[in-house]
């Protein structure tokens, strides 16, 4: 499952474990084609204990701001809430699984 998160969520949601945040937005279409494969990663490593959030650039320019999101999709990969690496762009499912394996 992936959680949509705002401000007062997104600390909590990233401090502890391994979380995967999609930084998107409503009106680009990479995010939208990468919308499908990210539900599909979340539900794939959630045994692997990879908690899945979105983060909407429009609502949260503060956090996109924070993490220097400047081009989405961005996904920033935290391990009790450090950066431990992030990736930019649309791809497939299989690469964007095998981005994400080398972490978990």
């Known amino acids: 499952m992936v959680t ?10 990233i401090k502890e474990g391994t979380v995967l945040i999609d930084f998107y937005a409503d009106w680009c279409m990479p995010c939208v084609m990468m919308g499908p494969i990210v ?7 959630e045994k ?3 908690k899945v959030g979105k983060v ?4 949260g ?18 391990k009790d809430g450090k950066v431990i690496t992030n990736f930019v762009g649309a791809m497939s499912e299989e690469d964007f699984s095998e981005r994400l394996k080398k972490f978990l």
């Open 4 to 13: 949509e998160l705002t401000n007062g969520k997104f600390n909590e949601f």
């Open 56 to 59: 909407n650039v429009e609502d």
């Open 39 to 45: 539900e599909d990663v979340a539900e794939k490593f």
């Open 61 to 78: 320019h503060e956090i996109a701001q924070k993490f220097n999101v400047s081009s989405i999709p961005n996904f920033v990969l935290f």
């Open 48 to 50: 692997k204990k990879l």
